[in-house]
């Protein structure tokens, strides 16, 4: 039928647009993990500058 065969292009099109979100999503975890580590970091080194 069509309506079955325009169904299933349909789910296979929310399932690719779901994977690639997920993929983006992933990739922000990442990038977010990367910054809060380099912004402990940073905390550390300030607590260790002394101001003159």
């Known amino acids: 039928m069509v ?3 325009e169904r299933e292009t349909r789910l296979a099109r929310l399932n690719i647009e779901i994977t690639e979100q997920e993929s983006i999503l992933s990739s922000l975890d990442g990038k977010k ?3 809060r580590a380099e912004l402990e970091e940073y905390r550390n080194m300030d607590s260790s500058i002394s101001l003159v």
Do not use: P, T
């Open 3 to 5: 309506i079955s065969a």
């Open 33 to 35: 993990a990367r910054l």
